[in-house]
């Protein structure tokens, strides 16, 4: 038993239930300031987030997404200028090969020289066209210009059309 000079000798069970009620109203008020701070924290990150970090990471993958773009035309670009070196790697390789087998085919250095410099140029002066000329038709159309005006060249110096002093025997 309790001691007749304490505090608590004074409270019946009434006196107890309301201060083990007032208790738990304390208890629940703390609760409740602690969910709201969370809350408050939560709502403050998801601002930071959003405000932030969100149009950070949509701006990196924006220039993920557009750097990948660049990427793959460039690999295509890249591929077709391969291809052009080789097409005229390839074209040079016809009269070399056709001189071991006969002597019709006389071509010195300067012949390849200058073969090699007019199909090289003609591929690449293609290749700019087709970089620059987004339509088809004006693509067609200007790639069999520049090739007609390549025939033309490699005639006038093949066998002299034009009689030009840049003409062939």
Known sequence: MLAS???FTFLNVRGWIIVAAVLIKICAKVQQTKRRIVETRIAAIHCIVEKNILPVLQTFT???IQSTFKINRMITQNKRLAGIIGLVAFLLTIPAIAMQFTNEVNWSASDFVVAGALL???????ELALRKIKKMPY???TAAVILFIA???WAELAVGIFGTPWAGQ
């Not at 090289?120 to 293609?126: E, K, M, P």
Request: charged share 5%.
């Open 5 to 7: 000079g304490s505090c």
């Open 62 to 64: 924006y220039f993920v």
């Open 120 to 126: 090289l140029s003609t591929g690449l002066i293609i």
């Open 139 to 141: 693509r067609l159309i």
């Open 151 to 153: 025939f033309l060249i």
